[in-house]
């Protein structure tokens, strides 16, 4: 399934033919390259795959017990799984970086592909696997400032990857600051009550397992917001399928 895998997004900001042009170099090693990251750097960096918590996908220990973190089982998030690629750290927080800030989309199918050989080995170890795919929304204000959503830009061809069909389902009623810049405390203030199921999507989240696309999880209080909101308007399970995971308190 992965030899779909696309070297261009359909971004109408990044016509397709555009990459193919251009002398393109991987983002973290600077060799020319086909691609936005180099096999050999794939390859050195993103295979390693420690044991995660099923729900929020924090690492823990290779002999621990429970599937999940001792969080998760205290405070019991709104979601039921999380599929991640790798902690944000060096280098993978370099590609949400470079993808988000200056606007490397071509980085997006990369990041989609490495998150479908993720979610691919999970469901080997028994993770299910969502029927219905959707990206987290950028706020009004975000989306004219940067001109493209990143999470939706690794949600299409992930969608295309794993063969599930990707909806809007979410409305940002607000512009949120960004929760890395607020202390803990606040976090969940900023973040409450901030999406809403629209009208049209409802029939869509009943009774749904819906997969959350995001490019980086931090405290998990968006994505937390995100799955109890999809949940109180019906959906039946909610996994999130994000790039990085923070894993630093
Ligand atoms: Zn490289
Ligand atoms: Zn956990």
């Known amino acids: 399934m992965f030899a779909r895998l696309q070297s261009v997004t359909r971004s109408p900001l990044w016509p397709r033919w ?29 295979t390693l795959r420690p044991r995660r918590c099923v729900q929020c996908a924090m690492p823990i220990p290779t002999t621990a017990k429970e599937i999940r973190c001792g969080d998760c089982l205290k405070y019991k998030p709104a979601f039921d799984a999380t599929v991640v690629v790798a902690d944000y750290a ?10 988000k800030f200056g606007a490397r989309l071509p980085l997006a199918p990369l990041m989609a592909d490495m998150l479908a050989q993720a979610a691919a080995h999970d469901a080997d170890l028994g993770l299910k696997l969502p029927t219905l795919l959707t990206a987290v929304p950028l706020g009004k204000l975000r989306l004219q400032e940067r001109g493209f959503n990143q999470s939706l830009e690794i949600a299409r061809p992930l969608s295309r990857l794993l ?11 607000r512009d949120t600051q960004a929760q890395s810049t607020l202390p803990n405390e606040e976090r969940r203030r900023n973040i409450s009550r901030a999406f809403v199921v629209p009208t049209h999507a409802m029939n869509y989240v009943r009774g749904a397992h819906i997969g959350v696309i995001d490019d980086v999880i931090t405290t998990g209080e968006t994505l937390n917001e995100i799955a109890a909101t999809l949940k109180r308007f019906g959906a039946r399970r909610v996994t999130n399928i994000v790039f990085a995971r923070t894993v630093s308190k």
Request: charged letters at 10%.
């Open 90 to 99: 060096a280098p993978a927080d370099q590609l949400v970086l470079a993808l």
């Open 18 to 46: 555009l990459p193919q042009l251009l002398p393109s170099s991987c983002v973290l090693c600077g060799q020319t390259d086909r691609n936005a990251l180099c096999q050999p750097c794939r390859q050195q960096h993103f």
């Open 163 to 173: 063969n599930i069909p990707l909806q809007p389902l979410l409305v940002r009623l």
